[in-house]
């Protein structure tokens, strides 16, 4: 083996290669660095004096599947300039790691292919040092994302676990990547984005969230410019949850064993769109004698197939006119539901039709949260909550395809 092969092969420059050993399946290459290429790693300076060596073994790219180690002993010199006694600096390798940079390097592209699992299989090394490199590659590129150029976002929260547990995710709406992560959900949870976004100095025009009421006062607060746009989804989706209350309520009082009969089983049928009911199952059928034997039930469905057309219109005014014309309907209809959810629009009433200046939602947040469940189930979960965190600051470059 030659020197410039250390180069070429390994990424190596500057040390000279003085022999191979062979032990227990591994190769070992012993290299040096020469005594007129020593600098003091404090100044830099060339006027240094030897004080011995520590001698240790880095892994390197494997070669044929056998795993190759290099054998360095570290010179440690003293600086006649500022008296500093240190070992030299490395070239190739951190002082503080196992192996080299080329190795790094390698590991790194594998795990966009393979499991890190798999990679320490591969590599013959332990699952978390293959772990510990993926996490320092993270953690270098996106823990700290920039948010100079931030214009709209959206805010929402999933679920990591059993037990309640939360993260708070911030989603740049423009780019597609999470920008911040936030520990549980509320408003505490975005106090970190708060001080960093305004150090950054982004001028957000527009905030896409539910209506929770914690993320509104977030947002007024830190944000008093930025436009708030109510998520469509989560509208129709609480919506949704006072409908399935209603059918609940009128299945309990129902007397008639008929009208029971009727209302069993047909939740998710108010629930689904119109155009989705299944025609072998008779569907259709089954929803449209629900509605006829409840009236109040009936109205509730059609207002809530009718509200999802807001979201559909042309430009705002007619949404506004349609908005208000709904919520007055809806608030002389003498069905409890209806009423509460009709004030429930009315004092959110700006945040939705903001829609029309900002057309945003949640929705790429949705599609986010769906690709860190994937991942999830991929890993089997994560132990290390801020390699979790870090691995969802990158998502947006992960790619999940079917293999076969």
Not at 218 to 224: F, I, K, Q, Y
Not at 356 to 367: A, V
Not at 393 to 403: D, N, R, S
């Amino acid at each position: 083996m030659s020197t410039s092969l250390l180069y070429h092969a390994f990424g190596i420059r500057g040390y000279t290669y003085v022999r191979t050993d062979y032990h227990h399946g591994q190769v070992f290459f012993t290299i040096r660095q020469n005594v007129d290429a020593l600098r003091c790693s404090a100044c830099g300076a060339r006027d240094v004096v030897s004080r011995g060596h520590t001698e240790r073994c880095f892994k390197t790219l494997p070669i044929g599947g056998k795993p190759v180690n290099l054998v360095f002993p570290i010179p440690r010199v003293g600086c006649v300039a500022c008296g500093v006694i240190r070992q030299v600096e490395l070239g190739f390798a951190d002082h503080r790691r196992s192996y080299n940079h080329a190795f790094e390097r390698y590991a790194l592209d594998l795990l966009h292919h393979m499991t890190i699992q798999d990679v320490a299989e591969h590599l013959n090394v332990g699952w978390d040092l293959v772990k510990d490199i993926q996490k320092r590659d993270l953690s270098r590129r996106f823990a700290r994302p920039k948010l100079k150029h931030l214009r709209q976002i959206a805010i929402d929260e999933i679920s990591i676990g059993k037990g309640h547990r939360y993260l708070t995710v911030v989603l740049d709406l423009q780019s597609g990547a999470a920008v911040f992560v936030g520990d549980g959900k509320g408003a505490e949870a975005l106090d970190p984005f708060w001080r960093r976004l305004q150090r950054s100095g982004a001028r957000i025009e527009a905030v896409a969230i539910d209506m929770s009421a914690a993320y509104i006062e977030a947002v007024s607060t830190h944000l008093p410019d930025a436009a708030i746009v109510f998520d469509h989804f989560h509208v129709i989706k609480l919506f949704n949850d006072k409908l399935s209350d209603l059918r609940r309520d009128l299945y309990r009082e129902a007397t008639d064993k008929l009208h029971k009969e009727v209302l069993k089983g047909t939740r998710w049928l108010l629930l689904k769109n119109p155009d989705n009911l299944n025609p072998d199952r008779k569907e259709r059928e089954r929803l449209q004698e629900a509605l006829r034997l409840n009236q109040p039930l009936a109205t509730a469905y059609y207002m809530k197939e009718e509200l999802r057309l807001l979201w559909s219109l042309t430009d705002k005014d007619k949404a506004e006119a349609f908005l208000a014309d709904w919520i007055n309907r809806a608030t002389v209809s003498g069905i409890r539901m209806l009423m509460k959810f009709a004030k429930t629009l009315a004092a959110h009433r700006t945040g939705i039709l903001a829609y029309y200046d900002y057309p945003i939602s949640t929705g790429p947040l949705e599609g986010t949260n769906n690709k860190i469940k994937t991942m999830k189930r991929q890993a089997y979960g994560f132990r290390d909550i801020e390699f979790f965190k870090l691995r969802i600051l990158a998502i947006h470059e992960t790619k999940y395809a079917l293999v076969g």
